[in-house]
């Protein structure tokens, strides 16, 4: 298949001023006219063709200046659109295209949802809709009129702001014009009809303004939308705030639809949604779903100044609007929520998610060089990586820096779409610093390990720091150089004071780049042996490898002023015996018992104080986490049982306090999901799974009971979850409880299944299987699709990777058949199998053979194609 290189670039040959678009909705036979204003562009080579892109399109007619074009004018297939010799001026381009929206399954492009009409365009979904330069540098204004059934599609929605509505007269039909005065590229278009509920509000925006915000939703779930509206109103206030970003049309609207690929799409004026990520109620949703539709309703806002005000030249700079839109949205969620948890939460996604990537076969730049498939470059090395780059940014050159850089960023690039360089251009010039090396953040794949190891010299009182920065090999870069790495350090004495020690490379805010292979630093004045407290706040997307011993870790456990590596320094000492117990090492009570201890003394004085912050301090790595710092010959057994006696442990020894918290945190008052009552049930029910773990019969009764009780979903859901790790009678009563009391509510009945899924015993895959079965179950649903079957080969290590290989050959069998529906559904399943390499040989046998079964399969789709041959290679 076609690779698309980022060397071969070049300005299209024409520019489309403008796009009228004519939609006539008919679930079976849409028809759109398309008139396009389209022009030679000066920067393209003259004379050349006109080509517009398609995709499995319908063409009926096509018209140049109001003339039907002849036969021997043009060339048309389902995938493209050529006019042989178009005029050297501006020219007038009419295309008629039939559609079947019930029969895309692929969810790109229009198609329906629950009977509703509803489009994605990105990356390439236009291209379904009409024939167009589909590509991101091509900036058009749109003018949309929807016509549809009324009682079919009462409402109808487009880009920008409402300009017409009435009856198409002689008909039940009727129609809107929308038109979106913003330049934008086509894969920001949308439009949406349907049946659905309304909830709204006014803003009155910085400069007085005002916009009406609505929020669409299946009828009858109109309260459910009653926190996102107020999380769309607090990110507008908070980037007006930070950023001095102000919204630009008369409305905002955001529709919640329950077939979607991903969690939501930032469409110019009408951003559409995973229903996942709008609709809550106390009743269904749990703290940590609030969270991410807070997260995901501000992210998509965000997008309205980074990627449509100013979007990308090509798709090889998806990181400009995705990594700096997720830095933006993890910015707003630690100033509404606390800081320290919520990076304490990105980095465990980063490390989970990202650092896993970069280490597996499908590794590639933040800014990659190529592609075959460009849906399957919305990665967590895009988002993620992305994101921290921006942040790395930010620490080298300082907050008003900064700051100033973004501002100019805007007024330069408004209106445009750029590039990576003119983003780093805008900071390099506010900062007078060269970005050149630290580009290579955006050119280089595979996560830096730094090592450093620590002199002291008391004679001298001198404490020297030797650091080496090493990147490993991935995909295409067998050779690496050294990064630009901010480290934020500081020491701290053994008492937990600050030790206040000169270093002439560490400026005033405690920041060193680390840009050579290797570097020392040199403290002087130092009266006492301290403990470095390194990569505070991770100030750099790294695996760090440090030769302090465990009691000095736990130093930092207790005292460091910076709360992430207080955090860090406890999953480093679990870490270090979850894999020396995974590994088959023994180790000694003592051991564990100077953790436990160090966690019960770490719970008295603190745990009340921010229970959010002590829940994430007492929940150990995943399996997932030891397996990845295991790295080869994995064992996902030996680390499932190395990591239950290890909870086990830490039960029985920190007993007294779990049942403390366990009684003291119960649940008080009407629920409310803000991050401190949330805190407080992530301490109840962490607390919960570490008295589970030592000792099963209480865990079960207090689960049980809790299940049965509780007055909300994080309540009731973390007491199944604890019971599904205990077999036996209560599991399955309160399992089958569950899925009777929410039969009805699919958001809910995905949690069910990612529960069951997840139970990492023998008959899961029979269990998974039988789920399939289920009338809550669709195999054409992704977000069914990916609480069952995703969760099954994301989060259950142990029987995804089953020693007989069925797990494996279970999951290439539903790629094989959601690709025939849903190709980016099917390949993103098969990322699962990413860490096939590193498994044990047994397994890794049984994975190469899946996924030859797979990559030899007729007809599969690009993104399948493109994930199989790459996971092989
Ligand atoms: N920019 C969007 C990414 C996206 C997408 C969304 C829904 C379905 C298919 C999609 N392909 C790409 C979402 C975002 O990052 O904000
Ligand atoms: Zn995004």
Not at 272 to 289: G, H, Q
Not at 480 to 509: F, N, T, Y
Request: with cysteine.
């Amino acid at each position: 298949a076609q690779i698309v290189r980022l060397v071969d670039y070049r300005p299209s040959d024409f520019l489309i001023d403008s796009v009228e678009l004519d939609v006539s909705l008919h679930p079976t036979a849409t028809q759109v006219r398309a008139t396009l204003v389209v022009r030679p562009n000066p920067d393209g080579r003259p004379g050349a063709p006109l080509v517009l892109d398609g995709d499995e399109l319908n063409l009926k007619a096509v018209a140049l200046d109001g003339r039907s074009l002849a036969e021997e004018e043009f060339e048309a297939s389902p995938q493209s659109l050529t006019i042989m010799q178009p005029p050297r001026q501006s020219f007038t381009l009419t295309v008629e295209t039939e559609l079947n929206p019930t029969a895309n399954t692929k969810l790109m492009g229009l198609y329906r949802s629950s009977g509703n009409y509803c489009t994605q365009c990105e990356a390439e979904g236009f291209r379904r809709i009409t024939y167009f330069l589909d590509r991101p540098d091509v900036l058009a204004v749109y003018t949309t009129r929807i016509e549809a059934d009324r009682d079919e599609a009462p409402v109808l929605l487009g880009n920008g702001n409402p300009v017409e509505s009435g009856s198409v007269e002689g008909s039940n039909r009727h129609y809107a014009v929308w038109e979106d005065p913003h330049p934008k590229p086509s894969y920001l278009f949308a439009l949406v009809g349907g049946r659905l509920g309304r909830v709204s509000k006014s803003f009155t925006t910085m400069s007085g303004r005002a916009v009406e915000l609505a929020i669409y939703v299946e009828p009858g779930k109109e309260d459910r939308a009653d926190y996102a509206l107020d999380a769309l109103e607090r990110s507008m206030v908070w980037d007006e705030r930070v950023f001095g970003r102000e919204y630009d049309l008369d409305v905002f609207n955001i529709v919640a639809v329950s077939d979607f690929n991903m969690g939501a799409m930032e469409n110019k004026g009408l951003n559409i949604f995973n229903d996942k990520y709008v609709l809550a109620s106390p009743e269904t949703a749990t703290d940590m779903d609030y969270a991410h539709i807070e997260a995901i309703i501000a992210h998509e806002y965000f997008h309205n100044w980074t990627g449509n005000r100013v979007t990308c030249r090509d798709w090889f700079q998806l990181c400009l609007k995705e990594g700096l839109t997720v830095f933006r949205d993890q910015e707003f969620s630690s100033d509404e929520r606390s800081r320290p948890v919520h990076r304490i939460a990105e980095v465990k996604t980063l490390r989970a998610r990202q650092f896993l990537e970069d280490s597996s076969p499908l590794a590639h730049p933040v800014r990659p060089t190529q592609y075959r498939e460009i849906n399957n470059f919305y990665t967590a090395t895009v988002y993620e990586k992305g994101a921290e780059i921006v942040r790395m940014l930010k620490t080298i050159i300082g907050n008003e820096s900064f700051r100033r850089g973004m501002d100019l960023y805007f007024e330069r690039c408004d209106g445009t779409a750029a590039t990576v360089e003119d983003f780093l251009e805008a900071f390099a010039e506010v900062s007078g610093r060269s970005l050149s090396h630290f580009a290579r953040w955006y050119e280089q794949s595979g996560t830096p390990r730094v090592t450093v190891k620590s002199h002291y010299d008391k004679a001298a009182g001198t404490y020297r720091l030797d650091f080496t920065q090493s990147t490993p090999p991935t995909p295409g870069q067998p050779n690496k150089e050294a990064m630009a790495i901010p480290v934020v350090l500081g020491l701290v004495a053994h008492d937990g004071s600050s030790v206040e020690a000169a270093c002439e490379q560490v400026d005033e805010r405690g920041v060193f780049i680390l840009d050579k292979a290797a570097d020392s630093l040199t403290f002087t004045g130092v009266t006492s042996l301290p403990v470095p407290s390194l990569f505070r706040g991770f100030s750099a997307p790294v695996k760090v490898t440090l030769d302090l011993p465990n009691e000095e870790l736990l130093v930092l456990l207790q005292h460091d002023s910076d709360a992430f590596n207080r955090w860090q320094a406890a999953q480093t000492v679990a870490m270090r015996h979850l894999a020396a117990l995974s590994n088959g090492a023994q180790v000694s009570d003592e051991e564990i018992d100077a953790f436990s201890t160090a966690l019960c003394s770490f719970m008295d004085t603190d745990a009340l104080r921010d229970p959010a912050f002590a829940a994430l301090v007492l929940t150990l790595p995943s399996e997932a986490d030891i397996a990845q710092e295991i790295g080869k010959d994995v064992d996902p057994d030996a680390i499932h049982r190395a990591r239950s006696d290890m909870r086990r442990r830490i039960g029985k020894t920190c007993s007294a306090h779990l049942h403390r918290f366990y009684e003291e945190l119960a649940d008080s008052g009407p629920y409310s999901p803000d991050a401190a009552s949330a805190g407080r049930r992530a301490l109840r029910n962490a607390s919960l799974d570490l008295i589970a773990a030592a000792d099963q019969a209480a865990g079960e009764e207090l689960a049980a009971a809790q299940a049965e009780s509780a007055s909300n979903m994080t309540d009731r859901l973390a007491a199944l979850s604890v019971l599904t790790t205990l077999p036996g009678a209560a599991r399955e009563e309160a399992i089958t409880q569950f899925g009777e009391r929410y039969r009805n509510e699919p958001l809910v009945m995905d949690k069910w299944f990612t529960l069951q899924a997840a139970i990492p015993e023998d008959d899961t895959l029979e269990r998974v299987k039988g789920l399939m079965e289920h009338q809550a179950f669709s195999i054409g649903n992704p977000n069914r699709v990916r609480s069952l079957i995703g969760s099954f080969a994301m989060l259950n290590q142990v029987q995804f990777n089953r020693i007989d290989g069925a797990g494996y050959d279970f999951l290439a069998s539903i790629v094989l058949r959601a690709d025939e529906l849903n190709p980016q559904l099917a390949a993103r399943l098969l990322t699962a199998f990413s860490t096939w390499r590193m498994m044990e040989s047994t397994r890794r046998e049984h994975a190469q053979r899946a996924l030859w079964t797979i990559s030899r399969k007729p007809n599969l789709s690009r993104d399948v194609g493109d994930i199989v041959s790459r996971t092989l290679d």
